[in-house]
């Protein structure tokens, strides 16, 4: 969904449009907790963009009409096969650019939640899962890591979003 600055929807067009020319757009980020450890997820390599970089829990794009928690409960379950119990915490603006001609330019709701079961991931969307810690998250190379993670921390952080330590 297209949105203005305000999250006010403009209309649709499909998610490669959008990234090829950095139009504004909704998505819906997920950060699921194992105790005080950050369910990361390891992009497929066959993504279309930022493949092989581990990531947040989950993420994606509302369709047309869907809820942004609608969005994010049924992504947590097409990329890792996860029910958890979601509340929205931030929702926030940012710009990143993944690949010489695609960026990510979106109003992002973030949710988090807590899971400690198995984790069945779609091999489609997922090649590996991980847990670390915040702290642990800190001293990293961020080369490996998609932008938006740290992009996503940092806005919890600076909004006072209180995630487990």
């Known amino acids: 969904m297209l949105v203005d600055e305000r999250d006010r929807t403009l209309g649709a067009c499909d998610k490669f449009r959008a990234h090829r020319e950095a139009l504004l757009h909704r998505a819906v980020s997920v950060l699921l907790f194992d105790g005080p450890r950050l369910i990361l997820q390891q992009r497929a390599n066959g993504k279309y963009h930022s493949p092989g970089l581990w990531s947040n829990t989950c993420c994606g794009h509302p369709r047309l009409g869907e809820a942004p928690h609608h969005a994010a409960r049924r ?29 990510e330019n979106e109003v992002d709701h973030v949710f988090v939640g807590e899971y400690s079961g198995r984790i069945d991931a779609a091999a489609d969307e997922v090649q590996a899962i991980r847990r670390m810690s915040l702290a642990d998250l800190e001293g990293v190379d961020r080369s490996g890591f998609t932008q938006w993670l740290f992009l996503i921390l940092d806005a919890c952080r600076t909004q006072g979003v209180k995630l487990p330590a």
């Open 75 to 103: 992504r947590l379950r097409e990329e890792l096969n996860v029910r958890a119990a979601l509340r929205r915490v931030l929702v926030f603006q940012y710009r990143a650019q993944v690949a010489p001609d695609l960026a």
